[in-house]
């Protein structure tokens, strides 16, 4: 019998920030990420600077009293040094926690998950897309990435069993019937499952995957059903307003942005935003109603994209 997830907790205290990883050859190209399958393999050069950056990151977060870091970017995992690079960040720059936010693929091989936990990694975040093989990779667009992402689930559990896993999932057109089944299948690997949508870059022309939040909203209410049942594992819903659900939870948490970067981590001019590192995609308005709503102190409101794409002009707002 294989242990359960464990419940390990960085004290609230600890500050937390990312390093990214520009290597930009994910083997996953998610329809809302990458749909057009651009991908061009770095040069040695390349991976040199890439490695460099990374550190130059990475010194700036703890100079700056972080005690926490996440590994992400396009895709950590393909950088070719990334278990040097969790040794380093433990050993040298004596990080007390570090996730790596990976699709995780490369897992399937124990040997890499056996020499991360080595080096010393305490978190894994991993995307799952769909409980069955034709759902997650009609996301990613590759045919195998749901087996991989399961094998490598499965060999962290038996190979690593006190790591703490996270897995996450975006709602769209593809996948939004499976929300339960989702959930279901990442709570066997998983101590916090969470959901989102995705961001919507406003300048990509093909924005299909994209679901308005009043076409989701029966799939996660009967998220929220199940999930009553066996409380094991934490359930996490963000960046769904509360009003789309017509109540409040703790569970839906529309507040929390993206972790702190270091300043040496340039965001391209494209996404610039009149809010300080917060790229366009990632802004959100809040809607006429929102200021009547009893909660709206604990909302974030709409990603701006979703308001225009789906003419929301206004909100239903809550009381208490
Ligand atoms: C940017 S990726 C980095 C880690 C890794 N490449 C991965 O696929 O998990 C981190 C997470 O962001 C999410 N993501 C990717 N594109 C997104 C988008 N357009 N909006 C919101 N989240 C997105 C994915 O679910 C992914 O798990």
Redesign the pocket.
Do not use: A, E
């Given at each position: 019998m294989l242990p359960k997830a464990v419940k390990v907790k960085f004290p609230s205290h600890l500050k937390k920030g990312a390093v990214v990883v520009q290597v930009n050859a994910?083997s996953?190209s998610?329809v809302?990420?990458n749909p057009e399958r651009v991908r061009r393999r770095p040069s040695r050069e390349e991976l040199q600077v890439i490695g460099e950056d990374m550190a130059r990151q990475a010194r700036e977060l703890r100079r700056r009293r972080f005690n926490l870091v996440e590994i992400?970017?396009?895709?950590?995992i393909e950088y070719p040094g990334i278990v040097s690079f969790v040794r380093y960040l433990k050993r040298d720059l004596t990080f007390t926690g570090v996730q790596l936010?990976?699709?995780?693929r490369s897992l399937h091989d124990a040997a890499l998950v056996k020499a991360l936990k080595s080096a010393g990694l305490d978190a894994l975040?991993?995307?799952l897309y769909g409980s069955r093989p034709c759902v997650h990779d009609a996301v990613t667009q590759e045919k195998g990435s749901f087996r991989e992402t399961l094998e490598a689930l499965e060999n962290v559990r038996r190979h690593a069993p006190k790591m703490l896993v996270m897995v996450?999932?975006?709602i769209v057109r593809q996948n939004c019937r499976d929300v339960r089944h989702i959930y279901r299948v990442a709570s066997r690997y998983a101590f916090v499952v969470s959901f989102?949508?995705?961001?919507?870059?406003r300048s990509r022309p093909d924005k299909r995957f994209a679901l308005s939040f009043a076409a989701m909203r029966p799939q996660l209410l009967a998220l929220l059903k199940d999930r009553k049942k066996d409380n094991r594992v934490r359930l996490v819903i963000a960046d769904v307003p509360f009003c789309v659900f017509g109540f409040f939870q703790p569970q839906i948490i529309n507040l929390s942005g993206p972790p702190a970067t270091a300043g040496t981590y340039g965001m391209p001019d494209a996404y610039r935003s009149s809010v300080e590192r917060l790229p366009t995609?990632r802004v959100k308005i809040k809607l006429p109603a929102c200021a009547r709503c009893a909660f709206t102190d604990r909302c974030g409101g709409f990603y701006q994209a979703y308001a225009e794409l789906f003419n929301i002009k206004d909100a239903r707002p809550l009381s208490l």
């Open positions: 994910c996953n998610c809302f990420c992400s970017g396009s895709d950590p936010s990976t699709h995780g975040k991993i995307p996450s999932s975006l989102s949508v995705p961001c919507i870059d995609y």
